[in-house]
Nanobody, 122 residues
């Protein structure tokens, strides 16, 4: 079955960096777009970034544009989210997701991971 396992979360100071990873299994990742979502306490889950199946297109929420970079390694069945210049408002549970289309990967994905916590605090 489809499994998405996130890792790389943790506690980081404002201005710091983290790289999240998502290991995919149970499907051929080459054929699917991948996305990242986040959910802060008391807030709705929001799409952060997405990448097309062929790595030709990427999308970012305005709140992370210029600070976050999504990438994928289809040979390793892994998608990454490099997060730089982190702010306290980036604190959230981060989820990996997948869908057939890139837009769906950032809005209504078919599958979710279990999440990894990112806390930005001094």
């Amino acid at each position: 079955q489809v499994q998405l396992v996130e890792s790389g979360g943790g506690l980081v100071q404002p201005g710091g960096s983290l790289r999240l990873s998502c290991a995919a299994s149970g499907f051929i990742m080459d054929n699917y777009a991948m996305g990242w979502f986040r959910q802060a306490p008391g807030k709705e889950r929001e799409g952060v970034s997405a990448i097309s199946s062929d790595d030709s297109s990427t999308y970012y929420a305005d709140s992370v544009k210029g600070r976050f970079t999504i990438s994928r390694d289809n040979a390793k069945q892994t998608v990454y989210l490099q997060m730089n210049s982190l702010k306290p408002e980036d604190t959230a549970e981060y989820y990996c997701a997948t869908a057939e289309s890139t837009i769906a990967a950032m809005t209504q994905p078919d599958y979710w991971g279990q999440g990894t916590q990112v806390t930005v605090s001094s």
